[in-house]
């Protein structure tokens, strides 16, 4: 679930309104978000590298705000302001709409098919940047980049001071060793062979040059007049970076996805046009690909579903009128209204809301409107019979058994998938060599066993292992458990119908000591006395007697 | 068990007087130790309401050492004066005796002897008086005689000043008859014996009674895991419920019941080498039911269904990746295909069983864990009706104080984080995860379009460490637990909510 800081008094007042800080939680739990923490960046600092490089660094109170994780609209400051004022019927929708002239193109080369074959564009005209805006704007990119974005791998955002480059920009993938420029808070140019290599001790920057670096080809997009842009997905140009006083900013999304790009792109321009000359307006770009075809960017696209009222109520569990749902709809940023033909409801997707694919993600947000808390809670009048599933009830039956019997129950990971039970015994004892002799342990748990009939190639099998730790072997306890199990389990000392069991040659046992257990004719463990190398190599000093058997044949 | 005789002797003593005896005058009056008495008393309090004993303590003075040798042999300065001849000693002689230093000074300002110092042969001391009275000695045998009140304070502690005498703080008992007084001892029994039973007479022993303030002996017992007793108490909640258990008993997975099948796209950070175990043999799975395979690549890829899909080129290869299932939801939705297969009847499923992700280790985070997860399928299934049955679940672990937060989760929608009031900790806490499964999840499976499934999950580790106050998951399962830990987990009873828990 990513997490957004943004500061408090900033908040409020684009709210409209202060809260204290119960307030504000409440609200964050209603809508589905959660005041994670609330701290400022002197604490941060402080807590991370010591006081002393704390003083001197801001006090302004900061919330921290943890967003799910398809809520990509509500990563910055600006996107939550508009969700949660609409949530709490401030405000009404926002409005994106598209100038007449597509004025910039990219043209898209077939280079870069193999490394990144996608590339979005679009412009924001006359913004106008504040410190706070500027820093919102940079963060809500490396949020992205963290999330939708998988860490560069899908998606790259590069922004640039449309001023100072000229298009149409062409997007292609080059050698290496043919690329060429200065980039981003560098002095002077490289390759880009130089930057990976420089890169390779970047903090930051080490983590995406993977993404490219066993390419042949590495994409890179130029101006009209050849200068580098960005050398997607790793870095920008110096030459079009942008600043405080960047009035055009040039946005290009590259991607190995091409839907994700498109939604990126969406989220980039519908959360700070409004900082624009003529707020929500962006300014389009079209994308010539290789074959000729042209696509218009940003895409911006407002999607229109219908669906009943009767919908809803039944899948919530409410009963509320037409307008009533469309009203609660609208809250949520999903402009609704009763069209009139029945209960028929006509919802508005905006380009904002990539999370909303189906119906169901609708009639979440009117549950969500409506307040979870608010739904009357009922009983499914399903009627069923309970099963247990016959292996579990077996364990059970068995455990509380093997306990009266005097053996206690050891519980050790699975995560090894190993194939025995016997080494996390003898671990449990090692570690608890201080309490009094004897030990009697044992487990039942499932081991995991190679198996070609399964379709994963692999099944589990549930064993029952126990052992007996004193002075002296003490066969005859765990040769006397073994009695007890088959007692339990209904199975006769027999040869042929019964069990019995037959000297064994096994590593793991002193010589001669060691046993199969055959039940009607079919062996299913061993047990016996550990070899000393054995109980040495688990640190432990006394004779240890031991039994693993399978329990899946007595179901 | 004190001799008999001192016994009886002692409740000869205490009969002989109306409002009872103290212990010390008694040793003293026997000649024997103050302990032995003491000892008597317990014995005969150990037979029952024989005598009662009151503790009492006193402050009386006592000789010390050097105090009991002057009391013997007469005082330093009474010894100097009877050591010196009418001729005289010479000081330095004197000087030579142990108590000749401190006799000296003391004699002298008795003014009981004087020195010639301009003898010949070096300084001389004689005899001032012809005879002394030794008062001190006096005194000190006054008090060895248990006579001190005849003297008077201030010479006490002028003889305390001089390290003679000292003050002590002597505890003793105030002895009484009690309720069953006598003078003679009946030998007590210790234990009930076959014999007795046989015979009957336990009729006319006494026995010893015991002593109930002492721990009994533990029991040679086995012990089930605390972990697992919380488990057995989960299983039953679901089954009293009428849940049936699914069979959960395969770790390994593939990607695609895991992933894929419930939704979860392929570049889903879930799904990433980070948070998920891959296998390396066997990698891949085979055999999956092909129709529905192409359904859910189709659903992933395109949509379909009412959705819009995730719009992306889903490939087989991630879907046959094999895995250590991260969640029990992948055998959910084994057990939700099986069911569409066939003519559809509503079911209620549960299971408890181990799952394994890889996370950062810390505290509370081990890299498996158990999951718990209920599931409900039937026709026309509510929002409404999840929070009730979540509000009957945890109704049965005694928490009743439920509210939901919207969440997120690729293949729930609604879903919902459940949250219950901790009394302990005054605020809200998460206790699981629930919502209802996603069309693009069960349509594709087959299942008929008005059937709505809801589920829930939790940890068992979680609950279980509130339940045993255990802070470090360390401590609660793996091979570093310590068994008198389990030895003396207390049995696992949830129950309704006016217990407190």
Sequence with gaps: MPTVGVKRDLLFKALGRSYTDEEFDELCFEFGLELDEITSEKEIISREQGDTKASGASDVILYKIDVPANRYDLLCLEGLVRGLQVFKNKCNRYQCDLPVDPMFAALHSPQTEAVRPHAVAAVLRNITFTQERYDSFIELQEKLHQNICRKRSLVAIGTHDLDTISGPFTYTAKRPGDISFKPLNQTKEYTATQLMSLYKTDSHLRHYLHIIEDKPLYPVIYDSN??????????????????????????????????????????MVTMFSEYCAQPFTVEEAEVVYPDGKTCIYPELAYRKEKLSGKFINQKVGINESTEKIAHLLTRMCLLSQATGAGDEIEVEIPPTRSDIIHACDIMEDAAIAYGFNNITRTTPRTYTVANQFPLNKLTELLRQDLAAAGFTEALNFALVARTTL??????????????????????????????????????????????????????????????????????????????????????????????????????????????PDVINRFELTMPCSALEMDIEPFL | MADTGVLETLLQRVEKVDDGVDSLAVATSLGVDHQVIVGAVKSLQALGDVISAELRSSKHWELTEEGTEIAEQGSHESRVFSCIPQEGLAQSELMKLPFGKIGFSKAMSSKWIRVDKAHEGGPRIFRTVESIDDQVREKLLLVQKGHSTQLEEKEKNELKKRKLLSEVTVKSYWITKGNSFSTTITKQETELTPEMIASGNWKEKKFKPYNFEAMGVAPDCGHLHPLMKVRTQFRQIFLEMGFTEMPTNNFIESSFWNFDSLFQPQQHPARDQHDTFFLSDPAHAHEFPQDYLERVKKVHSEGGYGSQGYKYDWKI????????????????????????????????????????????????????????????????????????????????????????????????????????????????????????????????????????????????????????????????????????????SPICRSGPPTQTE
């Design chain 1, 226 to 267: 050849g200068v580098v842009l960005s050398m997607p997905p790793i870095i920008n140009g110096d030459h079009s970076k942008i600043s405080l006083k960047t009035k055009n900013v040039f946005i290009e999304c590259t991607a190995t996805d091409q839907t994700k790009a498109k939604t990126v792109l969406d989220m």
């Design chain 1, 422 to 531: 016997l080494p996390g015994l003898l671990k449990t004892i090692a570690a608890n060599r201080k309490m009094p002799l004897p030990l009697k342990l044992f487990e039942i748990s499932d081991v995991v066993l190679k198996d070609e009939t399964k379709d994963v190639g692999a099944r589990n099998s549930r064993r029952f292992c126990a052992v007996y730790y004193n002075k002296s072997p003490g066969f005859e306890v765990i040769h006397g458990l073994l009695d007890r199990t088959m007692q339990l389990l209904e199975v006769k000392p027999a040869r042929g119908e019964g069990y019995h069991i037959q000297t064994a040659d096994d590593s793991t046992f002193f010589p001669g000591r060691c046993a199969d257990i055959f039940v009607r004719g079919k062996n299913v463990g061993r047990l016996g006395v550990l070899h």
């Design chain 2, 317 to 488: 290869e991630e879907a046959q990746k094999n895995i250590l299932r991260t969640h029990t939801t992948a055998v959910s939705a084994r057990m939700l295909y099986k069911l569409a297969q066939q003519k559809f009847t509503p079911v209620k499923y549960f299971s408890i069983d181990r799952v394994f992700r890889n996370e950062t280790l810390d505290a509370t985070h081990l890299a498996e864990f158990h999951q718990i997860e209920g599931v409900v399928a039937d026709y026309g299934l509510t929002l409404g009706d999840l929070m009730g049955v979540l509000h009957q679940f945890f109704t049965k672990l005694g928490i009743t104080k439920l509210r939901f937060k919207p969440a997120y989760n690729p293949y729930t929608e609604p879903s919902m984080e459940v949250f219950s009031y901790h009394e302990g900790l005054k605020k809200w806490v998460e206790v699981g995860n629930s919502g209802v499964f996603r069309p693009e999840m069960l349509l594709p499976m087959g299942l008929p379009e008005d059937v709505s499934v809801i589920a829930w999950g939790l940890s068992l580790e979680r609950p279980t460490m509130i339940k045993y106050g255990i802070n470090n998951i360390r401590e609660l399962v793996g091979h570093k637990v310590n068994l008198q830990m389990v030895y003396d």
